[in-house]
T-cell receptor, first 111, second 121 residues
Framework: DAGITQSPRYKITETGRQVTLMCHQTWSHSYMFWYRQDLGHGLRLIYYSAAADITDKGEVPDGYVVSRSKTENFPLTLESATRSQTSVYFC??????????FGPGTRLLVL | AQTVTQSQPEMSVQEAETVTLSCTYDTSESDYYLFWYKQPPSRQMILVIRQEAYKQQNATENRFSVNFQKAAKSFSLKISDSQLGDAAMYFCAYRSALASYYGGSQGNLIFGKGTKLSVKP
């Protein structure tokens, strides 16, 4: 019973490179979310998905792309990484009106 | 738009004593959910407690309880018999109950900026 997992857990990359963060959940939850956590800002929503093939922007979507071809996966891609995207990224999932459960997070450093 | 405010950036409590963390929120909706999440140094976000707005009874989970005042839009967390393992960041969060299956932002969590709790031995 893995729940929700994220990979990689740690990533160092360089400015301008494309990076993909993976998120996988085993509960068949319909909703999935990507947040970033920065000091002084708490958690901010990047993108979310209400179901497979349905995604929408959150509070801070610029520079990110998501897809959801399968219910259980929700990858987040930084098309051309910038230093301002250095952060801790959390994936979460929930049923329609239920509690969101979070993955362990990915620490991303953009040099 | 809904907002969540945690007015205490840091709090401290002596081991075995009780501490209360404050949270207020702003919404025009009548049906919603409120949550407290704990984030220890490992950075894992852990659900502590959840409250449905339509329930008048305050939620409790072992040593954790809330004081939910709907009219005042207040949702404080009380930790009794504090333990060293309670030291963490605590986030208050709001979620609308109007989540739409075909998109819409109502299903998203809106977080406060957190309260850092220290527990002194």
């Amino acid at each position: 019973d893995a729940g929700i997992t994220q990979s990689p857990r740690y990533k160092i990359t360089e400015t301008g490179r494309q990076v993909t963060l993976m998120c996988h959940q085993t509960w068949s939850h319909s909703y999935m979310f990507w947040y970033r956590q920065d000091l002084g800002h708490g958690l901010r929503l990047i993108y979310y998905s209400a179901a497979a093939d349905i995604t929408d922007k959150g509070e801070v979507p610029d520079g990110y792309v998501v897809s959801r071809s399968k219910t259980e996966n929700f990858p987040l891609t930084l098309e051309s990484a910038t230093r301002s995207q250095t952060s801790v990224y959390f994936c979460a999932s929930s049923g329609r009106l239920e509690t969101q459960y979070f993955g362990p997070g990915t620490r991303l450093l953009v040099l | 738009a809904q907002t969540v405010t945690q007015s205490q950036p840091e709090m401290s409590v002596q081991e075995a004593e009780t501490v209360t963390l404050s949270c207020t929120y702003d919404t025009s909706e009548s049906d919603y959910y409120l949550f407290w999440y704990k984030q220890p140094p490992s950075r894992q976000m852990i659900l502590v407690i959840r409250q449905e707005a339509y329930k008048q009874q305050n939620a409790t989970e072992n040593r954790f309880s809330v004081n939910f005042q709907k009219a005042a839009k207040s949702f404080s967390l009380k930790i009794s018999d504090s333990q060293l393992g309670d030291a963490a960041m605590y986030f208050c969060a709001y979620r609308s109950a109007l989540a739409s299956y075909y998109g819409g932002s109502q299903g998203n969590l809106i977080f406060g900026k957190g309260t850092k709790l220290s527990v002194k031995p």
